[in-house]
């Protein structure tokens, strides 16, 4: 069994490289998005292409069991989206990502946003052949969650803990959340927001063209300098 599941992570190892290699010659930046079901993923993403799409070329690869109806919410933005349905899987993989390449005709200076399978175990995993893992929670789940799935939150560049609109609703822990988040991963970067009322939506998006390659000076410029990143 162990001879088994490591011939599968080698062979998608490889499909993870050649992704990459893609990504690469064609200027693109790559973001596997991570949470577990009803966290916030394709809500973020929309918002996320209507306030970047004049200055950022954005490509989006949908991953779920059934349906189209996130892909379809992607492309009412004007941007292109490719949909993966994995049937019983649970997770996206390389091979599949690289055929969903195959429908995307990227502009140099790319953003490519993959939102995985709603999951915290089995995307951790696997190597899509993305630059960054951006795990999504939110405070309608468990500020535990870091501990329970901690291969999810170690695996992550940057966590998101999304709809604090609500925390007056809730008994949430914020802080604890963090912490625990940290204790796994002690170098994760952290960024609280709501996509409703858009607080934390720009330290979001400078996130994003900080880490690309090339990153249009005049947006950076112009946005919005006197919010800082939580980083507690």
Not at 123 to 132: C, N, Q, T
Request: some cysteine; proline content about 3%.
């Amino acid at each position: 069994m162990v001879t088994i599941e490591r011939n599968i992570l080698d062979k998608n190892q490889a499909f993870a490289d050649s992704n990459r290699l893609h990504f690469q010659q064609n200027g693109v930046l790559a973001i596997n998005l991570l949470s577990s079901p009803g966290a916030g993923k394709t809500s973020l993403l929309v918002q996320t292409i209507e306030n970047l799409k004049e200055n950022v070329p954005i490509f989006v690869i949908e991953g779920d069991q059934e349906t189209e109806n996130d892909a379809q919410r992607i492309r009412a933005t004007g941007s292109q989206a490719v949909q993966i349905n994995t049937g019983k899987g649970c997770h996206l993989d390389a091979h599949m990502v690289g055929h969903a390449l195959e429908s995307l005709q990227f502009s140099s200076d790319s953003l490519l946003m993959i939102e995985n399978v709603g999951n915290l175990v089995c995307p951790a995993s696997f190597d899509l052949g993305e630059s960054y893992k951006v795990v999504i929670l939110s405070v309608t789940e468990g500020e535990d969650k870091p501990i329970k799935y901690p291969d999810m939150f170690a695996a992550s560049d940057l966590m998101i803990v999304n709809k604090i609109d609500l925390l007056p609703y809730l008994k949430f822990d914020v802080d604890k959340a963090i912490e625990y988040a940290r204790r796994v991963n002690p170098s994760i970067e952290i960024i609280q927001l709501s996509v409703e009322t858009g607080q934390g939506m720009k330290l979001w998006t400078q996130w994003l063209l900080s880490h690309m390659q090339s990153a249009p000076v005049d947006f950076l410029r112009d946005s919005e300098t006197t919010e800082s990143a939580s980083h507690a």
